[in-house]
């Protein structure tokens, strides 16, 4: 297995879903950054109003300091990868290739059909998938504008070791 493969296919997540990434990352960033400072952990104000007035012991005051933090750090990371995920979803809207490029030029051609936003494929394994290609971030490489009939055979790149990433390759299709 590919480090950078599968590394595509996590970066591709949020840019084949770039309209709800946008909307998700968006409204839940805000209260992300907002529970990862310290008065936001869980009976912080509390504690700390126990330990002014001299009613925690030191040993009490050392366990919810240590939870504390740990929580605020899961906050943080989590908010630093919905920011990232929000800039991916962002470039993925505006048509730029984050991830299509390097599937593109590395993925395993195959042919499948499109019905709708859906496109059918077979992986050289022989297992089948059915996977989105949406209207606002559309799977298509090079030409992202490029016109995919509904029923039509069309021509995609997959990774091999994570054939959920895909482009549907614009080069081999129909004029």
């Known amino acids: ?23 998700v990352a968006g409204f839940s960033i805000l209260g992300l ?3 990862s400072v310290r008065a936001a952990s869980p ?26 933090r740990i929580l605020r750090v899961f906050f943080r990371i989590l908010a630093f990868v919905m920011l990232g995920s929000l800039v ?26 499109m019905d709708g936003d859906w496109v059918t494929f077979t992986t050289a394994e022989g297992v089948e998938y059915t996977l989105e290609s949406n209207f606002f971030t559309p799977a298509v490489y090079p030409d992202r504008d490029s016109y995919l009939p509904s029923g039509s055979p069309v021509a995609v790149r997959y990774l091999a070791s994570h054939p959920q990433a895909f482009v549907i390759d614009s080069t081999q299709t129909p004029r």
């Open 88 to 113: 991916i979803g962002i470039l993925s809207l505006t048509g730029v290739p984050v991830t299509r490029a390097y599937i593109h030029d590395n993925g395993r051609p195959t042919t499948a059909t």
């Open 43 to 68: 009976g912080g104000e509390l504690r700390a109003i126990r330990a002014r007035e001299g009613l925690l012991r030191p040993e009490e005051q050392a366990r919810g300091q240590v939870g504390g």
């Open 33 to 35: 950054f907002a529970m």
């Open 1 to 23: 297995m590919n480090p950078l493969d599968t590394l595509m296919w996590l970066l591709n997540f949020p840019a084949a879903h770039g309209y709800a990434m946008v909307f």
